[in-house]
């Protein structure tokens, strides 16, 4: 998919959330979505950084796209209504959602794993997907058809050494996505998940801090994907996981290993 080449209006008149939309892929995806006329609605935990993508995207000439900020961590169930009621009160509709936020969590061995570690990246990573998922559904099903993209990754296909309680995320994240799909099915609403792969992001830097950056590919290389599965050209693709660098799948670059360095 990465040489998949999006019309210009494939997402004209769609309202798309984007959790995670102030840096790395989240950033990207949006601006990507944004020139492709979509109406974004950036969700994350910090203003300074949702504001500069609002700036760009306003640069670009997309819809005037709203700030939504809010951190997974600390946020509840009425939180997640709340923000369903205000989509439907200012939008009208929610074409797309793409979960990107995710904690990465202390890298270590199984048996160091705390408690309020496991809590947290279960928050982020799972526990936040799943109620704001929830909220959001009525919503979806009333704009069909319409996206629902979840964030796995290598780990949560097959486990991996000292990647703990991120890689048991991922495996939950990619059960939820086959769930809900199946219960979707005929319903317009379709939910997928992206692999994005070894990616030039932060994360990706603090899990291997001695690797060259330089060796990986960009968000923006890898974002043909994401505008494929958001866009209606998808429209009847349901419940698969997708690798969004299936070239690289040996897990390897230049200067990386199979296993991060122990963290903690």
């Keep these: 998919m ?3 080449h999006a019309s210009p209006e494939l997402l004209n008149g769609k309202v798309i959330l ?73 939008f009208g509709r929610l074409d797309g959602v793409l979960f990107n936020a995710s904690l990465l969590g202390t890298l270590g061995p199984f048996e160091m794993i705390g408690e309020d570690e496991w809590d947290k990246v279960m928050q982020v990573n799972v526990k936040s997907q799943f109620l ?7 919503l979806l099903k009333e704009s069909a058809p319409s996206s629902v993209i979840y964030t796995s990754s290598g780990v949560g296909k097959q486990g991996r050494a000292y990647w703990g309680s991120y890689a048991v995320s991922k495996f939950a994240t990619e059960g939820m996505m086959e769930v809900l799909a199946d219960e979707l099915e005929g319903t317009g609403v379709r939910a997928n998940c992206i692999n994005p792969g070894a990616t030039r992001t932060g994360m990706r830097a603090r899990a291997y801090p001695a690797e060259n950056p330089a060796t990986l590919r960009t968000p923006a290389d890898i974002v043909p994907l994401y505008l494929y599965l958001m866009g209606d050209d998808s429209h009847q693709v349901n419940g698969t996981s997708f690798d969004a660098q299936p070239d690289r799948m040996s897990g390897k670059t230049s200067s990386s290993s199979d296993k991060p360095p122990v963290v903690g």
């Design 2 to 4: 990465l040489d998949y």
């Design 18 to 90: 984007v959790t995670g939309a102030g840096d790395g892929i989240g950033r990207q995806a949006a601006l990507s979505y944004g020139a492709h006329g979509a109406t974004l609605i950036l969700l994350g935990k910090t203003v300074k950084k949702l504001e500069a993508v609002y700036d760009e995207l306003q640069a670009l000439g997309a819809p005037e796209p709203a700030i939504v900020p809010l951190d997974l961590q600390g946020a509840t169930r009425q939180h997640y209504l709340d923000m369903a009621e205000t989509i439907r009160q200012q």
């Design 132 to 138: 704001l998922t929830q909220a959001l559904l009525p």
